[in-house]
């Protein structure tokens, strides 16, 4: 039994594990124009494969369950050769069928031969192997042979060659003597092995890319490819830069799809797989077999290096590779224990192979042209295959996973490509950081497009605008807690008298008044009569930690803290109902909301009475109410995601239900709440619509549902857009004032932090300031009417913060 090369084993156990599939089929087709003799075609073809024993073997296991070759003699091997009639319109529809047909590696031959014939002198001829028999080195050879066989069986006789040297199974053994011992010092396998464990230590794995959908446990290989083509002038100025440094132009596709993977979100260190020939005996030259080797390249992009560096490590270890070739990358993989994953292929996802042009082909009377055909297959997330020809120009292919990207993605990944070749062509010292990836339609829509959010604002002002609704609907129902309720003209007298009593204290504009009260009626009472009295708070909720509270009062230094007692005395007092006639300016603070700490000591945002409005108009937009609605306070005051669920009702004549903490925490008593006051929105974070879901799961039917604060699971998600009336996603940061974008949540869409709300500009940008491709990992940075001033008390740590926008505006 001959046993298999290493290579042959990979693909064996693949063909094993995944059944008869096409994704390791190589079709190769030409177009055929004049007279075709097919009886001589066919029995060239049949010469061929009486010559090269590897496209007469067959893989067979012992009792053992082992593979082995076995060659079948020139009279048993019979190569499917077929001639079929055809429209020219359905031929394309024909290839891929072939192309697709997988081989039964133990039954079948691996090569299969189809002559279409759409006239007289017009055919297609396509050839598919199966890649165990060869690889893309071997087409020269299989073409070459071809090519004499026909002629001479064209006369009426047979070909006459030079013997085969070695065939196939002689290399299979050879590698196998070749290596020696891997843990023998002066074998070829321990000094090989020890640079590629080196070399690959830690690799992360997989590479990030901006994948369309997550991955998943287990890769179908389904593909598709985009074509692209490399023009002479280009190929010609990359030669040259490549000539400069001692490079050549596989190396310069290399170094260039580096960058592109750093520049896709795949980090500083990353890995491509790059096909080496194999063929390192000359006797192997004219050889079809699968000799082909697959070498890891891993590029350090970190310390900004320029293209030129970049290009000169790829260089150094291209040849490192090629000094290191003989360790099959299959036994490479299982010496380096690399853990495996059905999801992802081994050390990397990515390859780059880059084709030597080929000798033209030609059969006598005959005009061939190759044609391109796919198998609709991937064997690896990206495998750029880029193919020379003899006018200078190159021909290129993205495979890729279907499962993954889409289409357009692809397309776009083969932009950028092409993109970055064409800048380091010109400028081959430009630092990897400047390449631009981004086209100029891409750069509109990310900075213009997405950002085009200009919409009015309340202008008024949070008072002015309460205080409209008391003037049009002054018996309507505004706030109601537990027993106690309050019309419109109740919340602004028993506010207007609060804000007197306030004045009198100190609470002006600028100054800062603590609340701590429970989550009663009264607590919004307070909180709109310091916004009258031209005060700021600062919400503290008297159910913390006793060390939050002391920490923010005593960084905060209010006025006043305004608790029960303090509430109870005003309440006394006896000023009267009218509004204070205090002028507060937009730029004034509002509100001081404290961070939770989890990223340091907590710190105070100030947040503008401008910043307030304008989230309450774009938010009034998306979430539009009537006096008809209730909304369900649930959350406590001191996060600042409370202003919409306290303030959005009172702007647009609705009522707040305010719930106790006690009922918040209690999935039973939030939906006898529910149900007792006809609550139509909620807002909550993610945590409390899955207590809420567990206990009913029909609790939300009917709501419109507001998330946000924590990251919004997708099956939580789809249960919510499922039940509920409508569901809306909402992200921001404390700095930006409660919400910045917002999503429509559907049943099977994903779930996203969606486009910016009113007045709004949001950008994922690089470490230098630059916006990052769609879909790729960067730093979120927002603009617009919703910035807070700053940290309160912290003119450093807000200059830190609040950066100018490079893109001008606010």
Not at 378 to 405: C, M, Q, V, W
Not at 538 to 547: G, L, R
Not at 551 to 560: E, F, G, N, T, Y
Request: with cysteine.
């Amino acid at each position: 039994m001959i046993p298999l090369s290493f290579a042959q084993r990979r693909l064996w156990f693949l063909n094993h594990l995944e059944g008869s599939s096409a994704t390791y089929n190589v079709p190769f087709v030409l177009r055929l124009e004049g007279p075709l003799d097919t009886a001589a075609l066919d029995a060239a073809v049949s010469d061929v494969v009486t010559r090269h024993e590897s496209l007469r073997t067959l893989i067979v296991e012992d009792s053992g369950g082992t593979p082995a070759q076995r060659v079948l003699g020139p009279q048993e091997a019979t190569v499917p050769f077929r001639v079929v009639d055809i429209a020219a319109s359905a031929v394309d529809a024909a290839m891929h069928e072939a192309a697709c047909e997988g081989f039964d590696l133990s039954a079948e031959l691996p090569l299969r031969t189809t002559v279409f014939r759409t006239a007289p002198q017009e055919h297609v001829l396509m050839f598919v192997f199966h890649h165990i028999a060869a690889d893309g080195s071997s087409i020269a050879p299989f073409l070459d042979n071809l090519a004499s066989a026909y002629a001479a069986r064209r006369e009426g006789g047979a070909p006459v060659w030079e013997p085969l040297p070695v065939q196939y199974k002689d290399y299979t053994l050879w590698q196998q003597q070749l290596l020696g011992d891997e843990n023998d010092p002066e074998s070829v396998a321990a000094p090989q092995l020890a640079y590629w464990r080196q070399e690959l230590a830690g690799v992360p794995q997989p590479i990030a890319l901006p994948l369309d959908r997550p991955r998943p446990t287990h890769a179908d290989h389904r593909g598709g490819h985009v074509s692209f083509e490399l023009a002479p002038e280009l190929l010609a100025r990359l030669g040259k830069v490549a000539a400069d440094r001692g490079a050549t132009a596989p190396m310069i596709a290399q170094a260039a799809l580096a960058a592109l993977l750093q520049k896709l979100g795949g980090g500083d260190d990353v890995t491509i797989g790059s096909p080496i020939e194999g063929r390192t005996d000359e006797a192997l030259a004219d050889l079809i077999g699968f000799f082909v080797n697959t070498w890891v390249l891993r590029a350090d992009l970190s310390g900004t290096p320029s293209f030129g560096g970049l290009l000169d490590q790829v260089r150094d270890k291209s040849l490192a590779a090629y000094d290191n070739q003989d360790i099959p990358f299959e036994r490479l993989v299982e010496l380096l224990e690399v853990e495996r994953s059905t999801s992802y292929p081994p050390l990397f996802q990515v390859m780059l192979a880059w084709q030597f042009v080929w000798s033209r082909f030609e059969l006598p009377g005959l005009r061939v042209t190759p044609v391109p055909v796919g198998t609709d297959t991937a064997k690896l997330d990206l495998y750029f295959n880029i193919i020379p020809d003899a006018s200078g120009r190159a021909h290129g292919r993205l495979e890729y996973a279907t499962e993954l990207f889409d289409h357009a993605t692809a397309v776009k990944i083969v932009e950028r490509f092409v993109r970055i070749l064409k800048q380091v062509a010109q400028a081959p010292e430009v630092s990897v950081a400047d390449l631009d990836v981004l086209g100029p339609q891409e750069r509109e829509r990310l900075l213009v497009e997405v950002n085009d959010t200009v919409e009015p604002t309340l202008e008024e002002g949070l008072v002015a605008a309460v205080a409209r609704q008391v003037r049009a609907t002054p018996d309507a129902l505004a706030v109601v807690a537990e027993e106690e309720s309050l019309t419109y003209r109740e919340l602004d007298a028993r506010s207007n008298r609060l804000a007197h009593w306030l004045i009198d204290r100190g609470a002006r504009p600028e100054s800062l008044v603590a609340v701590t009260l429970p989550r009663t009626v009264d607590l919004v009472v307070a909180l709109l009569a310091v916004l009258k009295s031209g005060a700021a708070y600062v919400p503290v909720d008297p159910d913390h930690p006793q060390a939050r509270i002391d920490h923010i009062l005593s960084d905060a230094r209010p006025v006043l803290v305004l608790d029960a007692a303090l509430l109870a005395e005003a309440a006394s007092a006896g000023h009267v109902e009218s509004a204070p006639a205090v002028r507060v300016a937009p730029d004034s603070i509002a509100y001081v909301i404290y961070t939770s700490g989890s990223t340091g000591t907590p710190k105070g945002v100030a947040v503008s009475h401008a910043a307030l409005a304008n989230f309450l108009a774009a938010a009034g937009r998306r979430i539009p109410l009537s006096p008809r609605d209730r909304w369900l306070a649930v959350t406590t005051v001191s996060f600042d995601i409370a202003a919409l669920e306290l303030y959005g009702p009172l702007v647009c004549g609705a009522a707040v239900v305010v719930a106790r903490r006690e009922v918040v925490v209690d999935p039973g008593a939030v939906v006898a709440l529910l149900r007792r006051h006809g609550v139509s929105v909620v807002q909550a974070t993610p945590a409390f619509w899955q207590m809420l879901l567990a206990y009913e799961p029909g609790a939300v039917r009917g709501l419109r549902v507001v998330v946000g604060g924590e990251a919004l699971p997708v099956r939580l998600a789809d249960v919510l857009a499922g039940e509920a009336l409508e569901v809306g996603n909402w992200y921001g940061p404390t700095e930006t004032t409660v919400w910045s974008t917002t999503a429509e949540v559907v049943v099977g869409g994903g779930v996203s932090i969606g486009v910016p709300i009113g007045n709004t500009r949001v950008f994922v940008l690089d470490e230098r300031l630059r916006p990052v491709p769609w879909g790729v990992q960067g730093e979120l940075y927002i603009a617009g009417a919703g910035l807070a001033r700053g940290y309160q008390g912290r003119p450093g740590l807000t200059a830190g913060r609040f950066v100018a926008c490079p893109f001008g505006g606010g």
